[in-house]
């Protein structure tokens, strides 16, 4: 079973219009991670968030934390048409055990 | 610098036969995982090896499939034999070391099995 649960399941929006997509997760985190993944490629690493931080920034990538709600949400800015792909959030657990979610699927029309 | 390397990219073969696909991570890169990935849905960690040790494989199927990582470098994941429902990407990762947290992924193996 997997950890995370990412929400929507899919997205899709007009170019340059903001995108958000939330993450949730069952059991206590050491930190989070959102990664992106372009059809029929590997995962990429766009940004990690530590369990005592509420707030990240990235270029055009935003990312909270909310540990109390066991929750995550991404917001990319000023969406591009190659924004288009799948997000996915990773929880790393004690003893760095990762856990990905279920990923939403992000498309963003020129 | 050189990404993950996997080979091959795509695989098919029959039912009950044997396959095994190939990983090397980034030179230096000590955390190795190997993930299956089903379509529209995240990976799932098979295996993660700290240099030669397999440190996590309790969601390895150890019926069917093996791994090793020889030296503690390059790779190797195997099923045999491989059944219908293991059609499915597999996708290798290394980090520099466990508490890095940060992977980096080869752009994976799909393997369709008929």
């Known amino acids: 079973s997997q950890q995370g649960e990412e929400d929507p399941q899919a997205l899709s929006i007009q170019e340059g219009e903001n995108a958000t997509m939330n993450c949730s997760y069952k059991t206590s985190i050491n930190n989070l991670q959102w990664y992106r993944q372009n059809s029929g490629r590997g995962l990429v690493h766009l940004i990690l968030i530590r369990s005592n931080e509420r707030e990240k920034h990235s270029g055009r990538l935003r990312v909270t934390l909310d540990t109390s709600k066991k929750s995550s949400s991404l917001l990319i800015t000023a969406s591009r048409a190659a924004d288009t792909a799948s997000y996915f959030c990773?929880?790393?657990?004690?003893?760095?055990?990762?856990?990905f979610g279920t990923g939403t699927s992000l498309t963003v029309i020129p | 610098e050189a990404g993950v390397v996997q080979s091959p990219r795509y695989k098919i073969i029959e039912k009950k036969q044997p396959v095994a696909f190939w990983c090397n991570p980034i030179s230096g890169h000590n955390t190795l995982y190997w993930y299956l990935q089903n379509l529209g849905q995240g990976p799932e960690l098979l295996i993660r090896y700290e240099n030669e040790e397999a440190v996590d494989d309790s969601q390895l199927p150890k019926d069917r499939f093996s791994a090793e990582r020889l030296k503690g470098v390059d790779s190797t994941l195997k099923i045999q034999p491989a059944e219908l429902g293991d059609s499915a990407v597999y996708l290798c990762?290394?980090?520099?070391?466990?508490?890095?947290?940060?992977?980096?992924f080869g752009p994976g193996t799909r393997l369709t099995v008929t």
């Open positions: 990773a929880t790393a657990l004690t003893g760095n055990q990762f856990y």
């Open positions: 990762a290394s980090s520099p070391r466990a508490s890095s947290y940060e992977q980096y």
